[in-house]
């Protein structure tokens, strides 16, 4: 609740088996949930999963096999579709490295292709209101194109080569969140950002070029 006591009416049974990592939010009050779990509240959901807003399993989302590995974030499109990035390499057995996007059913939507998708974990996403989707994570390649740890994608699945982030960060991209004006900032294990000092945090001009108005290493200093 509000002040911070639990909302009995919130009744998830056993829940997941295993950890949840990530939550997203439908505008109907669904909830999306991805992590390493293999069942919710004891039916079979790998890695994915739909509740209704009083924690049941939602039984209209079916994700078939689901992911064969961890889903790390989660997106939701105005248009309902859920895009999902994470460790997996499958969705319901079909060929998906790294990222997919899903129907509002949970059913993969085939006219989402990434080709060879990212060769490492995709930890983070952002959807731009464009529908371009923004990814970062420890890749450093998309569908055999070089992007180091960032990339935008369009709509389709395909790279959006005008967003340049070669070379970028020189460590994994955690975090990636969008702001009004379509800039970007970046968060991670990176101490570098083109070839330019930028400890854990950065932030991104529109072209993915870095922002150097943006400067974690000013003078002022935590007293």
């Avoid at 293999?38 to 992911?67: E, K």
Wanted: aromatic content about 8%; glycine content about 14%; charged content about 15%.
């Amino acid at each position: 609740n509000a002040d911070g006591s639990l909302d009995a009416t919130f009744i998830p049974g056993t829940g997941a088996d295993n950890w949840i990592r990530s939550i997203a939010l439908q505008p109907d009050g669904k909830i999306i949930i991805g992590g390493g779990f293999n069942n919710y509240n004891g039916t079979g959901r790998n890695c994915i999963a739909r509740l209704n807003d009083d924690g049941s399993l939602d039984a209209s989302f079916v994700p078939g096999t689901g992911a064969n590995s961890v889903v790390e974030a989660i997106g939701i499109q105005p248009d309902g579709k859920i895009v999902v990035v994470g460790q997996f390499t499958t969705f319901n057995g079909v060929a998906r490295n790294r990222i997919a996007r899903l129907n509002a059913d949970g059913s993969l939507d085939a006219s989402f292709n990434p080709g060879t998708g990212a060769n490492n974990i995709i930890w983070s996403t952002t959807l731009q209101p464009d529908g371009k989707i923004i990814i970062g994570g420890t890749f450093t390649s998309y569908n055999g194109a070089s992007c180091d740890r960032i990339a935008r994608l369009n709509s389709d699945g395909g790279l959006d080569a005008s967003f340049n982030t070669f070379p970028g960060a020189n460590g994994g991209v955690r975090s990636v969140v969008l702001q009004p004006d379509g800039r970007v900032i970046i968060s991670g294990d990176f101490t570098n950002y083109s070839s330019t000092t930028n400890n854990f945090i950065a932030r991104l001009n529109m072209d993915g070029s870095l922002d150097a108005a943006f400067n974690p290493h000013g003078r002022d200093r935590c007293q």
